[in-house]
Nanobody, 126 residues
């Protein structure tokens, strides 16, 4: 089992940047494929980006390609989401999610994720 804690959210002006962190405790984080999701009131949760357990494969939603970068440091049990050129429509609660991937074969987006963090609010003002 793994516990996930997001941090780094806040209020920024459009065009600026934020870097979110997802810190894991429990099992070695290197055994998990990890993704970032976001959700706004009244909308379904959507995947933003995903990264394989080794970091050699990444996935991005079309809406964030070329602006967001997902990365991980397995020695620090942390996954990051660098968000640049933020837009008001990026405003949401951002969640980190992990999928146990013992064979390293999972590729995002996945049908299900096993563990979720509590979320961190990102607000982008125009």
């Amino acid at each position: 089992q793994v516990q996930l804690v997001e941090s780094g959210g806040g209020l920024v002006q459009a065009g600026n940047s934020l870097k979110l962190s997802c810190a894991a405790t429990g099992r070695p984080f290197s055994l998990y494929a990890v993704a970032w999701f976001r959700q706004t009131p009244g909308k379904e949760r959507e995947i933003v980006a995903g990264i394989s357990r080794s970091g050699d494969s990444t996935y991005y939603a079309d809406s964030v390609k070329a602006r967001f970068t997902i990365s991980r440091d397995n020695d620090k049990n942390t996954v990051y989401l660098q968000m640049n050129a933020l837009k008001p429509e990026d405003t949401a609660v951002y969640y980190c999610a992990a999928h146990f991937d013992p064979y390293g074969t999972s590729r995002h987006p996945l049908d299900e994720y096993d563990y979720w963090g509590q979320g961190t609010q990102v607000t982008v003002s125009s």
